[in-house]
């Protein structure tokens, strides 16, 4: 099975991975994300919204925040709603992927 999974620019190729367990694609990408997720240092953000109901941390979300560089993609690793001033807010820690 050859999968590649590439992310950003993809100029910082991983070794290949041969593991004769991983017979089926879904593992297999998992595989290969976590190997990715451990070579690169990844960058926490926490953001503010308006509330959103339904979240939960490992959601994956699409952030489309200019003020931060563009849109880009995040796993959710805490949720937090609060309510202030007659305002429903979620609060939102997340990893960027």
Known sequence: MNITVKRHMADHPAPDIVEP???H???ALERGRAEL?????????RISALYVAG???GALVAI???WQGGPYRGKVT??????ADGRLTTE?????I
């Open 37 to 45: 997720d451990s070579g690169e240092p990844l960058q926490t953000v």
């Open 92 to 96: 939102l820690e997340l990893v960027r």
């Open 21 to 23: 367990l991983l017979t």
């Open 78 to 83: 805490r949720v937090e709603h609060v309510a």
């Open 55 to 57: 979240l939960k941390p």
């Open 64 to 66: 489309r925040d200019y």
């Open 25 to 27: 694609i879904l593992p």
